[in-house]
């Protein structure tokens, strides 16, 4: 499986935007890129998803790289709410299903 | 409704015991999975079954072992439970027929488990 590199923790005030980096330099052209998080005590919740597109959800963005070797998941105003552990995957569009995860980025939002 | 839940919350038990935890689906979804979080964090997917069959067996000692007795449950069983054990255990579920890159799962509160 394509791994992934992301920063171990970062730091952003309420109400300000967030950009977390994914690094996926050995992604294959059949692979999306997923964005999990984590909240505390909790288990992961499904963000977002993109394959080469950029993508909007209710929750975030998610900016892709033209060469897709890296990804950018966008929050645009971060709450107290979204600290959390975020993940980014690397799923085959032909795998079994199964979700390989990383360390995450551990984002805290001060208020 | 809770669309993914598991029964107990916490565990608590002595080494050399045999434990059960329960997870429930209803979101009408054909896979299943067991994932395990270690003290440092990492989470580690064990099994995955779809439509009640094995289709994921990572390298878990054979003390775990799943059952499904229908489509919208997947318990995990431990044998002779030991200290290394102890984390939380996370159940999740996807739809799985889709296509697979864009396959979505859903997670369970996870349990959280203690061997003394």
């Known amino acids: 499986d394509a791994k992934t590199t992301q920063p171990n923790s970062m730091e952003s005030n309420e109400e300000e935007p967030v950009h977390l980096p994914c690094n996926h330099s050995?992604?294959?052209?059949?692979?999306?890129i997923h964005w999990y998080r984590q909240l505390p005590s909790q288990g992961p919740e499904y963000v977002i998803h993109?394959?080469?597109s950029n993508v909007n959800n209710r929750m975030a963005s998610l900016a892709i790289a033209e060469d897709r070797k890296s990804s950018t998941l966008i929050l645009h105003r971060a709450t107290l709410r979204d600290a959390a552990v975020y993940y980014c995957?690397?799923?085959?569009?032909?795998?079994?299903?199964?979700?390989?995860f990383g360390a995450g980025t551990r984002l805290t939002v001060k208020p | 409704d809770t669309a993914v839940s598991q029964t107990p919350k916490y565990l608590v038990t002595q080494m050399g015991n045999d434990k059960s935890i329960k997870c429930e689906q209803n979101?009408?979804?054909?896979?299943m999975y067991w994932y395990k979080q270690d003290s440092k964090k990492f989470l580690k997917i064990m099994f995955s079954?779809?439509?009640?069959?094995?289709?994921i067996n990572e390298t878990v000692p054979n003390r775990f072992s799943p059952k499904s007795p229908d489509k919208a449950h997947l318990n995990l069983h431990i044998n002779s439970l030991e200290l290394g054990d102890s984390a939380v255990y996370f159940c999740?579920?996807?739809?799985?027929?889709?296509?697979?890159?864009?396959?979505?799962?859903?997670f369970g509160p996870g349990t959280r488990l203690t061997v003394l």
């Open positions: 979101l009408g979804h054909d896979t």
């Open positions: 050995t992604i294959s052209g059949t692979d999306y």
């Open positions: 993109g394959l080469t």
């Open positions: 995957i690397l799923r085959g569009a032909y795998n079994n299903n199964d979700m390989r």
């Open positions: 999740a579920s996807s739809q799985g027929s889709t296509g697979r890159g864009t396959d979505t799962q859903y």
């Open positions: 079954y779809n439509n009640k069959e094995l289709i």
